[in-house]
C-alpha cells in the first residue's frame, strides 16, 4: 500500500530561520509528487508538483526538491506569512484518481 | 479563490440525523472529490465522480453516499450520523481524468460537528 510519511509533525522557527520539510513516500511508479498548503480553515492550495529525481521547483521563499524515496520542501527565510500547514500528496493509483496525502508539517512562523 | 463552492460551511446535527453536503466544482472541471479531514487521521479520500459516474472509492462509509447531478455540482449524503463522523469535509474538482498533471482545486470544506 503507497504511503506518505510527513515530518516533523510541527516546527516552530524564528522570521529569518531557513528549514526544511520531509516527506517520505513508497509507491511503486512515482506519478508526481504535489505540495499543498493549508491555512487554517480552508482548503488546501496547490503549491508545486515534481516528476523525477533531482527536479526541483520554486516559488517565492519556497524551494521543492525530489529524491527516490523522499521529497524536501526548503524554506527560506521565512516570514511570519508563511505559518501554515504542509502538506505532500501522491497519486492515489491503483485505478483511483485523486491524491493520498501525508498528514502534514504544521509550521509557525514568530516574528 | 479556488472557485470550488462548498456549502453549508458549518453544520451542527446530532447523532443519528443525515445531513447533505453541497460542492459546486469549478468552471468545466468533470472530476469531483470529496475528502473528511479529522485532526488524527488527516485527509482521507471518500469518493470520486467524473462526469456524472462514479470513478474510484476510497475509505467511505456505508452510511455516506455521493452523488453527482447533470450541472456537474455533487452532494456528499451522510446519515446514520455518530459522535465520530465529526471532521471538516472537503469538495475538490480537476479538469483531468487522473491524467499525469492533475491538480486538485479544493473548496474551503464544511465543519460538521455531531453532538
Known amino acids: 500500500e503507497d504511503q506518505v510519511t510527513q515530518s516533523p509533525e510541527a516546527l516552530r522557527l524564528q522570521e529569518g530561520e531557513s528549514s526544511s520539510l520531509n516527506c517520505s513516500y513508497t509507491v511503486s511508479g512515482l506519478r508526481g509528487l504535489f505540495w499543498y498548503r493549508q491555512d487554517p480553515g480552508k482548503g488546501p492550495e496547490f503549491l508545486f508538483t515534481l516528476y523525477s529525481a533531482g527536479e526541483e521547483k520554486e516559488k517565492e521563499r519556497l524551494k521543492a526538491t525530489l529524491t527516490k524515496k523522499e521529497s524536501f520542501l526548503h524554506i527560506t527565510a521565512p516570514k511570519p506569512e508563511d505559518s501554515a500547514t504542509y502538506l505532500c500528496?501522491?497519486?492515489?493509483?491503483?485505478?483511483?484518481?485523486?491524491?493520498?496525502f501525508g498528514k502534514g508539517t504544521h509550521l509557525i512562523i514568530q516574528p | 479563490d479556488s472557485g470550488v463552492t462548498q456549502t453549508p460551511k458549518h453544520l451542527i446535527t446530532a447523532t443519528g440525523q443525515r445531513v447533505t453536503l453541497r460542492c459546486s466544482p469549478r468552471s468545466g472541471d468533470l472530476s469531483v472529490y470529496w475528502y473528511q479531514q479529522s485532526l488524527d487521521q488527516g485527509l482521507q479520500f471518500l469518493i470520486q465522480y467524473y462526469n456524472g459516474e462514479e470513478r474510484a472509492k476510497g475509505n467511505i462509509l456505508e452510511r455516506f453516499s455521493a452523488q453527482q447531478f447533470p450541472d456537474l455540482h455533487s452532494e456528499l449524503n451522510l446519515s446514520s450520523l455518530e459522535l465520530g463522523d465529526s471532521a471538516l469535509y472537503f469538495c475538490a474538482s480537476s479538469d483531468q481524468k487522473g491524467g499525469r498533471d492533475e491538480k486538485l482545486f479544493f473548496g474551503s470544506g464544511t465543519q460538521l460537528s455531531v453532538l
Open positions: 500528496a501522491v497519486p492515489t493509483g491503483g485505478g483511483a484518481d485523486g491524491l493520498t
